[in-house]
């Protein structure tokens, strides 16, 4: 091409490139928000949840929780593995650090993120096969009695109302930690083919080693998920 030819050619403005420019389709911020909802669930649960189910499996372990400290949270990049506290002994605890700017605490600590990850994880469990216990569970109706013993039935069964049912929504449980943590009383026994699963964001207590080599405790967020098969 000669340079009288480019000479020829007009360059066109900078606003002339703009409007020539093909538009693009106007998608409203909710779907864009859903979409990115969407995909980083079910990228922690392809990547993360479902080898550690698998793991879990293998184990011979009916019942582990799962403690996922997001990528962005500091204090666990130890040269020791950091030691989930605060615990019942019964009950087996799996630290696992998640990986890439997906996964940081912002996004995560979403009460409506954590809902589309219990309800993803237990859509997923129900197309294999498992029969997932539900959340609500219906409650025995008392019997009415005399003044006397009412007071003490309405506060047992407001009791078992917040153990055993209540809201599916995600809350922040401040639980307590290190040697005050105390035995977890176990709800509804499952059946040998049910599947219990409780997804949470919670402060997690981890001991860990310094720099002098010397252990301290170290509270965390991160997503306790936790998976219970009926024996």
Known sequence: ???????????PSYEESIQSAPAKPNVPLHRHLDDSRVQRVQSILSIYVDPLLVQQASSGLYQTTFILVPSNVAGVATPKEPEPV???ASTVVKLVRLKGEEHTAEFWRQPGVLRELESSL?????A????????STEQVPLEKGDGKAEGPQKKRRSFL???LGGSSDVVVVDQKLGWRAEEVRPGRKLGRDQVRVGVAWK???LRVENEMGLFENCNVPGICLSVEVGQ
């Open 1 to 11: 091409m000669t340079k009288s030819h480019y000479d020829a050619e007009e360059i």
């Open 86 to 88: 605060g615990f019942p």
């Open 122 to 126: 237990r859509a997923r469990l129900v």
């Open 128 to 135: 294999s096969g498992h029969r997932v216990e539900d959340d």
């Open 161 to 163: 109302g917040k153990l």
């Open 203 to 205: 402060e997690v207590c």
